[in-house]
C-alpha cells in the first residue's frame, strides 16, 4: 500500500508540475501588406509569422519583417530584441528592445507590447528618430522590462 500511495503522490507531482511549466507566446501582427515577420533564435527560425509557443525560457530571441531588403540576422532592418523568462530573482525576468544599432536601421514601424502579465508595457518605434529605440549598446533605458511569469508577447509591424 506504501509504494501504491508512493507511486500516486509522485505521478499527481508529475501533473502538477507539468500542468505549471514555463510557457511564453510570440503573437505577431503585420499590417504592412508585405513582408515576412521571422523570429530567430541561436540562428534558428522559429516562425515565420504563425505564433510561437515556448515550452521554458526563449532567450536572445530577435523578430523582424523580412522585406527582402534585410540580412540573415536583421542586418538592414528594425530589429526586435526579446528575452522571455520567468523570473528567478529581481530583475531576473524578461526584456525586450527595438534596436536600429549598425548594421540596423530603420525599415518599418515596430512595435511591441506584453500581454498575460506587464500588459501595456511595450514600446514602439513609428520612425528612423524614434526615442525608444537602442542606437547604441548602452542605451538601456530602452529596454523594456516585465517581471510577470508566463508572460507572452505581441510585435506588431506597420501600425
Same mark, same amino acid.
Given at each position: 500500500?506504501?509504494?501504491?500511495?508512493?507511486?500516486?503522490?509522485?505521478?499527481?507531482?508529475?501533473?502538477?508540475?507539468?500542468?505549471?511549466?514555463?510557457?511564453?507566446?510570440?503573437?505577431?501582427?503585420?499590417?504592412?501588406?508585405?513582408?515576412?515577420? !521571422? !523570429?530567430?533564435?541561436? +540562428?534558428?527560425?522559429?516562425?515565420?509569422?504563425? $505564433?510561437?509557443? #515556448?515550452?521554458?525560457? !526563449?532567450?536572445?530571441?530577435?523578430?523582424?519583417?523580412?522585406?527582402?531588403?534585410?540580412?540573415?540576422?536583421?542586418?538592414?532592418?528594425?530589429?526586435?530584441?526579446?528575452?522571455?523568462?520567468?523570473?528567478?530573482?529581481? +530583475?531576473?525576468?524578461?526584456?525586450?528592445?527595438?534596436?536600429?544599432?549598425?548594421?540596423?536601421?530603420? #525599415?518599418?514601424? #515596430?512595435?511591441? +507590447?506584453?500581454?498575460? +502579465?506587464?500588459?501595456?508595457?511595450?514600446? $514602439?518605434?513609428? $520612425?528612423?528618430?524614434?526615442?525608444?529605440?537602442?542606437?547604441?549598446?548602452? $542605451?538601456?533605458?530602452?529596454?523594456?522590462?516585465?517581471?510577470?511569469?508566463?508572460?507572452?508577447?505581441?510585435?506588431?509591424?506597420?501600425?
Amino acid at each position: 500500500m506504501l509504494m501504491r500511495t508512493t507511486t500516486l503522490l509522485a505521478a499527481s507531482t508529475l501533473a502538477f508540475v507539468g500542468a505549471h511549466a514555463e510557457s511564453h507566446t510570440v503573437h505577431f501582427v503585420n499590417k504592412c501588406g508585405y513582408g515576412t515577420p !521571422l !523570429l530567430k533564435a541561436a +540562428g534558428r527560425t522559429l516562425s515565420t509569422g504563425a $505564433d510561437y509557443r #515556448s515550452s521554458g525560457p !526563449l532567450v536572445a530571441a530577435i523578430a523582424f519583417l523580412q522585406t527582402g531588403h534585410c540580412g540573415d540576422n536583421g542586418e538592414g532592418c528594425t530589429l526586435l530584441e526579446t528575452t522571455l523568462q520567468n523570473p528567478t530573482r529581481p +530583475g531576473g525576468g524578461s526584456s525586450s528592445d527595438v534596436s536600429l544599432i549598425p548594421p540596423h536601421k530603420f #525599415s518599418v514601424a #515596430s512595435g511591441f +507590447g506584453y500581454y498575460g +502579465g506587464c500588459d501595456g508595457a511595450g514600446a $514602439d518605434c513609428k $520612425d528612423a528618430n524614434c526615442p525608444t529605440a537602442f542606437r547604441k549598446p548602452d $542605451d538601456t533605458h530602452v529596454q523594456v522590462a516585465c517581471q510577470s511569469n508566463d508572460v507572452n508577447l505581441a510585435i506588431t509591424f506597420c501600425e
